[in-house]
Nanobody
Framework: QVQLVESGGGLVQPGGSLRLSCAASGRGSSNYFMAWFRQAQGKEREFVAA?????YYAASVKGRFVISRDNSNNMVYLQMNSLKPEDTAVYYC??????????????????WGQGTQVTVSS
Protein backbone atom coordinates (compact mmCIF):
# COMPACT_ATOMS: atom_id res chain seq x y z
CA GLN A 1 0.00 0.00 0.00
CA VAL A 2 1.28 3.45 -0.95
CA GLN A 3 0.04 6.72 0.51
CA LEU A 4 0.44 9.98 -1.39
CA VAL A 5 0.06 13.48 0.04
CA GLU A 6 0.27 16.58 -2.17
CA SER A 7 1.10 20.10 -1.05
CA GLY A 8 2.14 23.44 -2.51
CA GLY A 9 -0.98 24.55 -4.31
CA GLY A 10 -2.34 28.08 -4.11
CA LEU A 11 -3.24 31.25 -5.96
CA VAL A 12 -0.72 32.68 -8.41
CA GLN A 13 -0.84 35.36 -11.08
CA PRO A 14 -0.48 34.50 -14.77
CA GLY A 15 3.18 34.13 -15.65
CA GLY A 16 4.05 33.11 -12.11
CA SER A 17 5.48 29.89 -10.71
CA LEU A 18 4.54 27.27 -8.15
CA ARG A 19 6.16 24.05 -6.98
CA LEU A 20 3.97 21.15 -5.99
CA SER A 21 5.24 18.38 -3.75
CA CYS A 22 4.07 14.80 -3.34
CA ALA A 23 5.18 12.82 -0.30
CA ALA A 24 5.01 9.07 -0.86
CA SER A 25 5.05 6.47 1.89
CA GLY A 26 4.82 2.72 1.80
CA ARG A 27 7.00 -0.22 0.93
CA GLY A 28 8.88 0.25 -2.33
CA SER A 29 7.37 3.64 -3.09
CA SER A 30 10.75 5.12 -3.99
CA ASN A 31 10.82 2.85 -7.07
CA TYR A 32 7.30 3.49 -8.25
CA PHE A 33 6.36 5.15 -11.52
CA MET A 34 5.00 8.52 -10.42
CA ALA A 35 2.79 11.01 -12.21
CA TRP A 36 0.89 14.24 -11.89
CA PHE A 37 -2.62 14.65 -13.24
CA ARG A 38 -4.98 17.59 -13.05
CA GLN A 39 -8.71 18.10 -13.18
CA ALA A 40 -10.33 21.42 -13.99
CA GLN A 41 -13.87 22.08 -12.88
CA GLY A 42 -16.33 20.33 -15.18
CA LYS A 43 -13.59 18.50 -17.10
CA GLU A 44 -12.05 15.05 -17.04
CA ARG A 45 -8.83 14.35 -15.19
CA GLU A 46 -5.87 14.71 -17.53
CA PHE A 47 -2.25 13.67 -17.58
CA VAL A 48 0.39 16.33 -16.84
CA ALA A 49 3.76 14.64 -16.30
CA ALA A 50 5.36 11.38 -15.18
CA UNK A 51 8.73 10.11 -14.03
CA UNK A 52 10.67 7.03 -13.17
CA UNK A 53 14.04 6.89 -14.91
CA UNK A 54 12.79 9.11 -17.76
CA UNK A 55 10.33 11.96 -17.78
CA TYR A 56 7.14 12.36 -19.80
CA TYR A 57 5.02 15.46 -20.35
CA ALA A 58 1.71 16.47 -21.82
CA ALA A 59 2.09 18.73 -24.82
CA SER A 60 0.24 21.52 -23.03
CA VAL A 61 2.89 21.79 -20.29
CA LYS A 62 6.11 20.73 -22.04
CA GLY A 63 8.72 23.47 -21.72
CA ARG A 64 6.91 25.10 -18.78
CA PHE A 65 6.64 22.32 -16.17
CA VAL A 66 9.39 20.11 -14.79
CA ILE A 67 8.82 16.88 -12.88
CA SER A 68 11.54 15.58 -10.57
CA ARG A 69 11.97 13.15 -7.72
CA ASP A 70 14.08 12.68 -4.62
CA ASN A 71 14.14 8.95 -3.96
CA SER A 72 16.06 9.29 -0.72
CA ASN A 73 13.15 11.25 0.75
CA ASN A 74 10.33 9.61 -1.25
CA MET A 75 9.32 12.94 -2.77
CA VAL A 76 8.09 13.91 -6.25
CA TYR A 77 7.90 17.52 -7.37
CA LEU A 78 6.22 19.48 -10.12
CA GLN A 79 7.82 22.83 -10.84
CA MET A 80 5.30 24.91 -12.76
CA ASN A 81 6.52 28.02 -14.57
CA SER A 82 4.88 30.53 -16.90
CA LEU A 83 1.51 29.58 -15.48
CA LYS A 84 -1.62 30.34 -17.46
CA PRO A 85 -5.26 30.65 -16.36
CA GLU A 86 -5.95 27.38 -18.17
CA ASP A 87 -3.58 25.61 -15.76
CA THR A 88 -6.15 26.19 -13.02
CA ALA A 89 -7.17 22.79 -11.65
CA VAL A 90 -6.88 20.38 -8.78
CA TYR A 91 -3.53 18.63 -9.19
CA TYR A 92 -3.20 14.98 -8.17
CA CYS A 93 -0.18 12.81 -7.53
CA UNK A 94 -0.49 9.21 -8.72
CA UNK A 95 1.63 6.06 -8.53
CA UNK A 96 1.93 2.63 -10.08
CA UNK A 97 4.51 -0.09 -9.52
CA UNK A 98 5.99 -0.17 -13.04
CA UNK A 99 6.21 1.73 -16.32
CA UNK A 100 3.19 1.53 -18.61
CA UNK A 101 3.02 2.32 -22.31
CA UNK A 102 -0.27 4.06 -21.59
CA UNK A 103 0.99 6.12 -18.66
CA UNK A 104 -1.31 9.01 -19.60
CA UNK A 105 -4.42 7.05 -18.68
CA UNK A 106 -5.82 7.50 -15.19
CA UNK A 107 -6.87 3.84 -15.07
CA UNK A 108 -3.21 2.79 -15.11
CA UNK A 109 -2.58 4.13 -11.61
CA UNK A 110 -3.20 2.25 -8.41
CA UNK A 111 -2.68 5.02 -5.88
CA TRP A 112 -3.82 8.63 -5.75
CA GLY A 113 -3.39 11.57 -3.44
CA GLN A 114 -6.19 13.82 -2.27
CA GLY A 115 -5.26 16.68 -4.61
CA THR A 116 -4.12 20.27 -4.21
CA GLN A 117 -5.83 23.28 -5.78
CA VAL A 118 -3.89 25.52 -8.16
CA THR A 119 -5.57 28.75 -9.24
CA VAL A 120 -3.98 31.02 -11.84
CA SER A 121 -5.71 34.38 -11.86
CA SER A 122 -4.98 38.09 -11.73
Amino acid sequence: QVQLVESGGGLVQPGGSLRLSCAASGRGSSNYFMAWFRQAQGKEREFVAAIRMNTYYAASVKGRFVISRDNSNNMVYLQMNSLKPEDTAVYYCAARAAYSDTYWRTAQYDYWGQGTQVTVSS
